[in-house]
């Protein structure tokens, strides 16, 4: 298994679908649900996690990336932190740079800094947008088009300062019922003409303009709540699916896609599923 290396590397990444060669992980061997932050954990609050069923899904799906020709680097966990598996929350890359975020749950906070420790000893070209919050799960790209989830998580005044930064990209605010906790676990961009999501979690008006910019495939209630919508896409029409979900592969498949299915049932009992645990830093 890949492992962090000591050499200097270059983030790039402008898309949610083009072939993804290098991203970033980290092992849940502290997973637990300690404070309720999402509907999801409210129902796995009593059963709570299975820490070495958790491990051993993780392990699997890092193997399925490596074998499929991903470059794994993987951040060492801290025991402080339950939710550290999500690592597509504590950072996303844009472009040339990987902004690091300003989490907004307490149990989260002090994440960042050990991913901007792993970028100072990999060399890696990045950002701080501290001072108003913003989390990954609320950040999807592509191409010169950003959208990003409004809710008590990533605020409007982070969405300013990131425009700040991004001059050159279109940014899209997207408001959302934020009881699904991130626009990714509603809203995700498989390819330059087709998106998953789910509706119900959206208003009329923002589901007509999606719809103008892509073929939307729906997600129904049952499969979002298994995190359906949060696939990784790793190129060539190449997807990574839980098999629970049978109608969203079911699509997936006729459209083309060739889906990867993993067994990630323990670890979306906390909220997040494939796009969640990883941050890409270089598509290509």
């Not at 970028?119 to 001072?131: P, Q, W």
């Not at 300013?160 to 990714?184: C, G, T, W």
Request: net charge negative.
């Amino acid at each position: 298994m890949a492992t962090t290396t000591k050499e200097s590397l270059s983030a790039h990444s402008q898309s949610e679908y083009d072939p993804l060669r290098r991203v970033l992980l980290c092992p849940p061997r502290f997973m637990e649900i300690k404070d309720v932050i999402n509907d999801v954990q409210k129902r796995y609050k009593d059963e709570n996690i299975d820490v070495d069923k958790a491990l051993h899904q993780h392990s699997t799906f890092v193997q399925a990336l490596i074998e499929n020709g991903v470059h794994t680097d993987l951040i060492e966990p801290t025991e402080k932190y339950p939710e550290q598996v999500f690592t597509r929350d504590i950072g996303f890359t844009i472009g040339d740079t990987v902004f690091i975020s300003e989490m907004a749950s307490d149990i989260r906070q002090g994440e960042e800094q050990e991913l901007e420790k792993w970028m100072e000893t990999h060399h890696v070209n990045f950002k701080r947008l501290a001072g108003h919050r913003i989390e990954g799960g609320d950040v999807i790209i592509d191409r010169d088009t950003v959208f990003i989830g409004v809710s008590s998580r990533t605020s409007k005044k982070a969405i300013q300062k990131l425009q700040a930064e991004l001059r050159d990209f279109e940014i899209v605010p997207i408001s959302f019922n934020e009881k699904y906790l991130h626009l990714d676990c509603v809203f995700n961009i498989l390819s330059p003409t087709e998106a998953l999501i789910f509706p119900e979690a959206l208003d009329a008006a923002t589901v007509r303009m999606l719809a103008e910019r892509y073929t939307l495939i729906r997600v129904n209630e049952k499969e979002q709540f298994a995190l359906g919508t949060n696939v990784l896409s790793i190129g060539d029409r190449k997807v990574f699916s839980q098999p629970q979900n049978v109608q969203v592969n079911k699509h997936l498949t006729a459209r083309g896609f060739h889906v990867i299915e993993v067994d990630y049932s323990e670890i979306i009992k906390s909220g997040g599923a494939f796009r969640c645990c990883t941050m890409p830093l270089i598509r290509s």
